[in-house]
Nanobody, 120 residues
């Protein structure tokens, strides 16, 4: 129902900033909850931040105060501004779109991911 493509990853020094973007197509973007996840080598994928279709935002404790998630429904995009980056933020970052209705998931899609490397 929806296709996602991430961009903006790269190499940054500790304390630096990056802005990730996720472009969506193929569905009604405004109806989806959007999230950013990340996965480091040898570790499980974890939720970084989510913004619902209604604009409710939640962050992982490890990124609160440093990362900001936002969405632009007119442009079908969701972004993740990452400041004060740490080496432990190094991971592949994935965009996620999800829809639920009456407790049933009716749509879920992952992007291919973008690499973020914070050097030390």
């Amino acid at each position: 129902q929806v296709q996602l493509v991430e961009s903006g990853g790269g190499l940054v020094q500790p304390g630096g900033s990056l802005r990730l973007s996720c472009a969506a197509s193929g569905s009604i973007f405004s109806l989806y909850d959007m999230g950013w996840y990340r996965q480091a080598p040898g570790k499980q994928r974890e939720l970084v931040a989510v913004i619902t279709s209604g604009g409710v935002i939640n962050y992982a404790a490890s990124v609160k105060g440093r990362f900001t998630i936002s969405r632009d429904n007119a442009k079908n995009t969701v972004s993740l501004q990452m400041n004060s980056l740490k080496p432990e933020d190094t991971a592949v970052y994935y965009c996620n779109a999800q829809r639920l209705s009456g407790g049933t998931m009716i749509g879920r899609t992952w992007g291919p991911g973008t690499q973020v490397t914070v050097s030390s």
